[in-house]
Structure formats: structure tokens, C-alpha cells
């Protein structure tokens, strides 16, 4: 009998295995994220939500022994369960969310004529686009080639560390892969992927480009948002995803895309 306790006791609950895989999937994404934060030089503020994200599932487990013997029972219960329920939260919406990039389907993209096309900023370096950027600038190029009526128009301002706005450089990129200047619209307001849309509403106006077709190009990891936001704001558009061609920078990237939906969701940010 004693055996038989001892070996019940020795096992471990399906349940502890799958919190613990849940922790170990959470840490692991929020740790890409923050390596690729301090790889890429991120801004002072875009430390904050991975560091805390990193602590706040990471110190739980090793300090469990510490809390359990200072906090009351049915706290550190409380505490335990709170936990738990997010770090599975995270892991399974998570892992829908991928399911959920992974489904999002690019309709046939129709580029003759007068076009617009959209190009969306992310971080550049002195005078040149890192890499990310240059995906979504090659991709609209490809379009830019297509079709010589189309006109690009570039957003993004300066970021923490950059000299020279985002969608300035854009331009300059475009035009040394020979897009001439007078087909590159520039907005240089745009902090974010809302401001990139007003700035491409507010230009549109203003250079009587109501009703011709519009293409957003970004990274494809992004389009889903894009194009809700875009419903929301009235802005009548198709889609091209860039590839993201390193896993590196995909899969954190993609981590940050998660959290914009969260806080998109839970603050009614886009508005």
C-alpha cells in the first residue's frame, strides 16, 4: 500500500506538464522578442513590455518555494492560479493567432492604370532602410515596375535613434532603384500603422487622388491588421505581404503583432 501512494505521489499531472510547456513556449517568445528589441536597437519604451513580460514568467516559477512559505495559503493559491491561466491564455491565443496569419488570404491584385501604392515604414539606419523595410520597399518596387502610371506613397516618421524620417529614406531608396521623384508621395507624420493610414487618406485628398485603386505593400505578418484598420478608417485598398525572409526577425515580429492586436483589442486603440 505505502509503495502504491509513493508511486502515485512520484507521478506528474498531465496538468503540470502542460503549464509547464505553456511557460516554456511564453518565455521563449517573449525572450526572441526581447533579443530582437536590443539586437535592432529599439526605442527606450519598446523595452519595457518584453522585459516585463520575460520577469513576470520567469521569476514566478523559480520563486515559487519562496512565496509558498511566505504568503498565505489560499493567496499563494490565488496568486498560482492566476498565473497559470496566463501563461495558457497566451500559448493557446498565441498559437491561434499563427493559425490565423497563416490563413489570411491575399486577394488578385490588380495594378493597371493610375494607381497608388502604399508602402508602410519600419526602422531604418542613417540614410538606408534595414532590412525589413527593404522587403516591403522590393515588393513595391515589383508593382512600380509593372505599371509606370502607379505612384507610391511612403509613411513613417523618425524613430528614437534615426536622423532621418523613415519615409524619407523610403524615397531615396525608390528612386535610386529608378523610381523617378515626381511618382513618390512622401508623408513624414506617421508613428504608427493608424497614422501611416491617415497619412495616406490625408495625401490621397490632397492630390486629387480620390477613386483611383490603392495597394498597401508591408510585411505579410502585418497585412491582417492593415487591412482591418483599413476597414475602419474608409480605406479602400488590396494587399501585398512581403515575405519576412529571416526567421530572426519574423517570429518576434510576429510576437509584436500579437500584442498590438491585445492592446488594439483591449484599449480600442485603433480608434
Request: glycine share 8%.
Amino acid at each position: 500500500m505505502k509503495n502504491a501512494v509513493s508511486a502515485h505521489r512520484g507521478q506528474v499531472h498531465p496538468f503540470r506538464i502542460f503549464v509547464f510547456l505553456c511557460i516554456l513556449v511564453s518565455g521563449f517568445c517573449f525572450l526572441e522578442y526581447l533579443l530582437s528589441v536590443i539586437s535592432y536597437a529599439g526605442t527606450f519604451f519598446s523595452y519595457a513590455l518584453p522585459i516585463t513580460a520575460v520577469s513576470v514568467i520567469v521569476i514566478p516559477p523559480l520563486t515559487e518555494g519562496f512565496w509558498k512559505k511566505h504568503l498565505p495559503h489560499k493567496l499563494f493559491s490565488a496568486a498560482r492560479a492566476v498565473y497559470c491561466f496566463g501563461v495558457i491564455f497566451f500559448t493557446v491565443t498565441f498559437c491561434i493567432f499563427l493559425v490565423f496569419l497563416s490563413t489570411f488570404s491575399h486577394a488578385e491584385v490588380t495594378n493597371e492604370g493610375p494607381t497608388a501604392v502604399l508602402v508602410y515604414g519600419c526602422r531604418v539606419k542613417g540614410t538606408e532602410p534595414k532590412e525589413m523595410l527593404a522587403e516591403r520597399l522590393d515588393a513595391a518596387l515589383v508593382l512600380l515596375s509593372e505599371n509606370p502610371e502607379a505612384i507610391a506613397i511612403v509613411s513613417g516618421a523618425t524613430d528614437e535613434g534615426e536622423v532621418y524620417t523613415e519615409a524619407q529614406v523610403m524615397a531615396w531608396y525608390l528612386e535610386k532603384h529608378g523610381i523617378a521623384s515626381d511618382r513618390i508621395l512622401l508623408d513624414e507624420l506617421a508613428n504608427d500603422t493608424k497614422g501611416n493610414i491617415r497619412g495616406f487618406l490625408r495625401l490621397i485628398g490632397e492630390h486629387g487622388l480620390d477613386g483611383i485603386p490603392c495597394i498597401s505593400v508591408s510585411s505579410s505578418f502585418h497585412m491582417p491588421r492593415i487591412a482591418f484598420l483599413c476597414g475602419k478608417y474608409g480605406l479602400e485598398s488590396s494587399f501585398v505581404g512581403a515575405k519576412t525572409e529571416r526567421i530572426q526577425l519574423w517570429f518576434p515580429s510576429v510576437v509584436r503583432e500579437y500584442m498590438a492586436y491585445v492592446k488594439m483589442l483591449v484599449l480600442n486603440s485603433y480608434e
